[in-house]
C-alpha cells in the first residue's frame, strides 16, 4: 500500500460505490433497453412502412424497437432458408400460410403452442375458423395469420339481374350468357387446384381425411367436385387461358367472374367506367347446401434464432389486435396495397360498404384453406396435372384423380 496517498484511497472507494448504485439509478429512471425486434415482411415497402409507424407506438408502450423491412415474393422463400442456415433470420416473418408449418418442421420457429398456449388460444378463438385450421400442424402452430386473401363472386348488376346463389342456378346463367356470346372467368387458380377447391369443397369432398393421414380424391364427392369444375370449362365457355379479367368485365364479354378480394381495389382503379355497376357475392353452393371457398393469406410467426422471443411475440400480439388491424387496413386505402383482417372482432368497427363487408365476411366464415401438413407444397402439382389431363386432353376423371391420389399418398409425410 505504499505510495498511495489517502486521498487515493477514498477516490477508489468513491469509485466503487458509484459503480454499485449506478444500475439502481437507471433502473429508477427506466431508460430504454435498446432492444429493437426486426421483422421481414412479405409485401410492398408502403405496408413495411406502416408497421414500422406502429412500431413506433408499440415502443411507447413497451420500451421495444421495431424496424420492418420488405421482401418480394419471388425471393422471399429463398432468403428465409438461406437466413435459417446462415443463422441470421429476423426476429419475426410474415410469410406464405403453409410456410410457418415448413420452417417449423426444420426447427426454425418457435411452436406458439408450446411457448404461449394462453395468448395463441385467445388469438386463434378471434380468427375465421377456416384460416386458423391451416396454421395447426399436429399438436403445433408455428405462425397465425397477419391478413386475408379469400376467393369471391364478382357480377355486373346491370347485366345480370342477382347472382347465382347455387350451381344450378350458375349453369343456367352461364347458358343464357354463351347464347349471347359471353361466359365467366374462374381467375385465381383457374386450371389448378386452388380452381378446383371450391367445388371440391361445396361438393363435400377434400384432399386428405380428417386425420390427415390419407389422401381423399378417390372418393366420389372429389368426381362430383371434378366433373362440375370441368363442365364449367367444356360445356359453358369458361376459358382456359388467362384473360385479362377487368377489360373483360368492363366490355361485359364475362360479366360475371370468381377470384381474390383484391380485384375490389383493381375494378376500382383499372375500371372507373363500371363503378356502381358491379358487385360481389359468395360462391354459389353445391350439393352439400355449402358455399365453400379458397381462403388463404399471409402468416407470421418468431424464429428459432431470435434473442428477443418474448418481445416479438408480444408485438405479433399488437398487430393481431382490432385496432391496430383496423390502422393497417385504412392504411392501404392510401398506399393501394391490399389488407383484410384475420380477426373477426375488427370486422365489426371495419369502415367498409356493407354491400362489399357483408359478402367478404360471410365467404370468410364458410371458406377453407391449404391442409397444413408435410409434403402438401410437393403434392399440388400431380393435382394440377390431373385438372389439366381431364380438361385439357379429356382424360377419364375417375382415373386421373386415382393417380393425383396415389401420389399425394406417396409423398404424405407422417
Known sequence: MRGIKPVSIVWCLFLFFLVLILPCFSGCVKKPAGKEILMWLVGSEKQA????ELGRDYYKETGVKVRCEAISWGEAHSKYLTSVVGEVTPDIGTMGLTWGTEFGNLGAMVDLQKDFPADLKDIEDSIFPGLSASTKFKDSVYAVPFDVSEYIMYYRTD????????????????????????????????????????????????????????????????????EFFTDLYKRYGVP?????????????????????????????????????????????????????????????????QSKLKNESWGFIKYLSRPDIQLKLYEATLESHDTYLPPNMKTWDILPMDATLKEPLKAQAMDSKGPPSLLGWDESTRYIDTAIQLIVLKGKDVKAALAVANDELNRRLKK
Not at 49 to 52: A, D, E, M, V
Not at 253 to 274: M, Q, R, T
Open 49 to 52: 412502412q406502416k408497421i414500422t
Open 240 to 304: 382456359k387461358e388467362e384473360k385479362p379479367v377487368e377489360q373483360g368485365f368492363k366490355m361485359g364479354d364475362y360479366p360475371i367472374f370468381i377470384s381474390g378480394n383484391w380485384k375490389i381495389k383493381s375494378l376500382a382503379d383499372v375500371a372507373p367506367e363500371i363503378n356502381g355497376k358491379w358487385g360481389i357475392s359468395q360462391l354459389p353452393a353445391g350439393p352439400t347446401g355449402k358455399r365453400t371457398g379458397f381462403i388463404g393469406g399471409r402468416v407470421m410467426g418468431v424464429f428459432s
Open 159 to 226: 347485366m345480370i339481374g342477382k347472382p347465382p346463389k347455387d350451381w344450378k342456378e350458375l349453369t343456367s346463367l352461364l347458358a343464357e350468357l354463351n347464347r349471347n356470346g359471353k361466359s365467366m372467368i374462374i381467375d385465381w387458380g383457374g386450371l389448378g387446384w386452388i380452381g378446383y377447391s371450391q367445388f371440391l369443397w361445396q361438393a363435400g369432398g377434400d384432399f386428405y381425411n380428417k386425420e390427415r393421414a390419407a389422401a381423399t380424391l378417390d372418393t366420389a364427392a372429389a368426381e362430383t367436385g371434378m
